[in-house]
């Protein structure tokens, strides 16, 4: 990949806590969430499987492996469900649970400076030509 950049993308208290915002930036259509401790994730709102706007599926939790007639709920706030066939997501590291290991969203990586929010690692050559990754 090619040379990247800090974008900015709002105030951080343009962002409700724990709901997914769909912001666009340098050609691509990210799901941003902004965590109570006011940590962000940034993930792609395109699905890997079949191209589902990923970030209008459902995001909070997912139900774990466990015994038999035990019902485990867990990962709150870090899973983002498709809308379409209900992949899930992890919102950190963009990787799919629990199906096809090899399945995984991009991520971008968000700081924060003088109450501003910025995606960081957008590549600038896709930034140019509007392309999404």
């Known amino acids: 990949m090619g040379p990247t950049t800090d ?7 343009a962002f409700s806590i724990g ?9 691509f259509e990210i ?4 965590h ?9 709102n395109r699905c890997p499987h079949k191209g589902a706007p990923l970030c209008q599926g459902s995001f909070g939790g997912t139900m774990l492996p466990s015994a038999p007639s035990e ?19 992890d919102l950190a590291t963009g990787q799919g649970l629990f199906s096809n290991e090899n399945m995984r969203v991009r991520t971008f990586p968000v700081t924060v400076r003088d109450g501003i929010a910025y995606l960081t690692g957008l590549p600038t050559q896709a930034r140019q030509r509007g392309e999404a990754a």
């Open 7 to 13: 974008t900015p993308i709002g105030e951080i208290e």
């Open 19 to 27: 709901k997914m915002h769909i912001v666009q930036a340098g050609g």
């Open 31 to 34: 799901g941003v969430v902004r």
């Open 36 to 44: 109570d401790d006011n940590s962000f994730h940034a993930i792609r």
């Open 71 to 89: 019902l485990h709920y867990g990962l709150e706030q870090t899973v983002v469900r498709c809308p379409w066939h209900g992949y899930e997501f």
